[in-house]
């Protein structure tokens, strides 16, 4: 080997370490060569979470990678800045797809991929129920129930199984024959309409109708067959345990005026006002009057919020008061600019905080503007309004469509705006029974067709048909779907594995 042999082969080696070196660094950096435009750019990549160990991740229908019981998620990096087609898939199970962008230097993610079983295991947990009333801690519910004697409500506990019968029509025989109770008449023959539960799930009102007139039973969800009747001789609405102590329960009724022009206003029987009774936990009954007496009228509506008493007035105000005693001391009016009260309308306050604040006229849904202080048309048309768990969103079944709404940011991809309102479903065909199964997805269901919907709207939402069921309604609770069809109560696997 000569002397200038080497020198040309150092050279050589210089010069391709000069030209390789660049590219190097750049790939080491995270360049790469994007041949379809031409031109040198940076990579991204995608970070997905998938709820299944043993699916298949497909990119653009390539498979890519499987997770195990180990790793349920999956960082793929050095790709191209492009939109790619990532499915998600695993025998058995309803495929997830969704076409996400990839940009440079950033790394897109789905972080609450749900793979639902194709056809999940129902059990027939109970036969003749005609309705069902779950308790808000989802460990027991309610059964009404037709036998021999008539109608019956049992009690049924989810952990050991066991029912047992805690209110029937021949009770309610018996109890119509003390002639001590005033509303014995009004009772005898009513039938039962509804179960309304205490927010501890220790008490329940039992709802019962007779030729339009309601009457109420407290009691409690055992076969203690003690019953305190509600002894009332006006009309009762808007009925409902004290979230604050559901030792107490709170009502709308009717008290006499000290003058008939304020009642006259609005369509209630001449010469009484609507005002807000409480029944103490001894069963005595108190109509709540005004430390300020220029605040009486009629109350349309309450609602009791982090312990503040709301109520909408005729006057067409939100107020917010405290309680003390049989007094209500105004805190508050809530809205500058009052709403035009329609007569024959009802109203509804919907609120689980201060922050954020609904008024339902009929079907129609109105939002307090909390920054404003108006009240602003949100929805012509809400049929079921539900709060997600975590308080960040609301759902709205307008009847045809389902709507999220925004309290607050959402930082976490994809992201969302404080009060952005976004379409997650549509349907030619009514939809009922909206529930949230976590803070990510919905289920409810279109004729016979039970469905879930995610709620990242990328691309569009993946919507899974869950189960068929003639006639159904359903229910989520603790994880599992109850199904009540042709009154038979069927039970799901644990749908979120």
């Known amino acids: 080997m000569t002397h200038r042999f080497k020198k040309n082969l150092f050279l050589l080696i210089c010069a391709l370490f000069i030209m ?13 060569f994007d041949f379809k435009n031409m031109r040198m750019v940076q990579t991204g990549g995608l970070f997905l979470k998938i709820s299944l160990s043993g699916a298949t991740i497909y990119l653009d229908d390539n498979p890519y990678k499987k997770t195990n019981f180990l790793f349920d998620t999956a960082l793929i990096s050095g790709l191209l800045p492009k939109n790619y087609r990532v499915s998600i898939r695993k025998e058995g199970y309803h495929s997830w797809e969704k076409i996400l962008p990839v940009e440079e230097e950033m790394v897109t993610e789905a972080k609450n991929i749900i793979l639902f079983p194709k056809n999940p295991l129902f059990n027939l947990a109970l036969e003749n129920v005609n309705a069902f ?44 024959t003390d002639k001590s109770l005033v509303s014995a008449e009004k009772i005898s023959g009513a039938k039962p309409t509804n179960i309304i539960w205490s927010g501890d799930s220790k008490k329940i009102l039992v709802e019962l109708d007779k030729k339009g007139d309601k009457q109420y039973l407290i009691t409690e969800p055992s076969n203690n067959k003690e019953f305190l009747a509600i002894e009332w001789d006006k009309k009762i609405e808007n009925i409902s345990f004290n979230p604050s102590n559901p030792e107490e329960i709170l009502f709308i009724s009717y008290v006499s005026a000290a003058t008939s022009t304020k009642a006259q206003k609005t369509a209630r029987p001449s010469g009484l006002l609507s005002a807000i009774f409480i029944i103490k936990g001894n069963g005595q009954e108190t109509a709540l009057g005004f ?5 009486e009228q009629n109350v349309l509506a309450y609602a009791v919020v982090e312990d503040y008493l709301l109520w909408l007035g005729e006057s067409g105000f939100i107020y917010k008061g405290s309680v003390n005693g049989d007094k209500i001391s105004l805190v508050e009016i809530l809205n500058v600019r009052p709403i035009a009260i329609k007569t024959s309308a009802n109203y509804q306050i919907i609120a689980k905080n201060l922050s954020n604040i609904f008024l339902k006229e009929d079907e129609g849904l109105s939002r307090l503007n909390p920054a404003e202080r108006i009240l602003e048309k949100f929805f012509d048309s809400a049929k079921e309004i539900k709060f997600a768990k975590d308080m960040k969103k609301i759902a709205v079944n307008t009847g045809r469509q389902i709507w999220l709404y925004y309290f607050e940011e959402e930082k976490e991809q994809p992201q969302k705006t404080k009060g952005e309102k976004i379409l997650i479903y549509s349907s030619p065909q009514e939809i009922v029974n909206l529930h949230w199964l976590n803070n990510y997805y919905l289920i409810f269901r279109v004729s016979e067709s039970v469905k879930v919907t995610e709620i990242d709207n990328r691309f569009k939402p993946n919507l899974t048909e869950l189960a068929i069921f003639p006639s159904p309604d359903i229910f989520w609770l603790s994880n599992k779907l109850f199904v009540l069809s042709n009154n038979n109560l069927f039970s799901s696997e644990n749908i979120l594995k």
């Open 133 to 176: 009333f779950p308790a808000p801690d989802e460990k027991k519910a309610i059964l009404e129930s037709l036998i021999d004697k008539g109608w019956s409500f049992s009690s049924f506990d989810f952990q050991n199984q066991r029912r047992e019968e805690i209110l029937s029509e021949y009770d309610l025989q018996i109890l119509t």
């Open 291 to 295: 430390s300020d007496a220029s605040l």
């Open 20 to 32: 390789v070196a660049p590219i190097v660094v750049l790939y080491a950096s995270g360049y790469r």
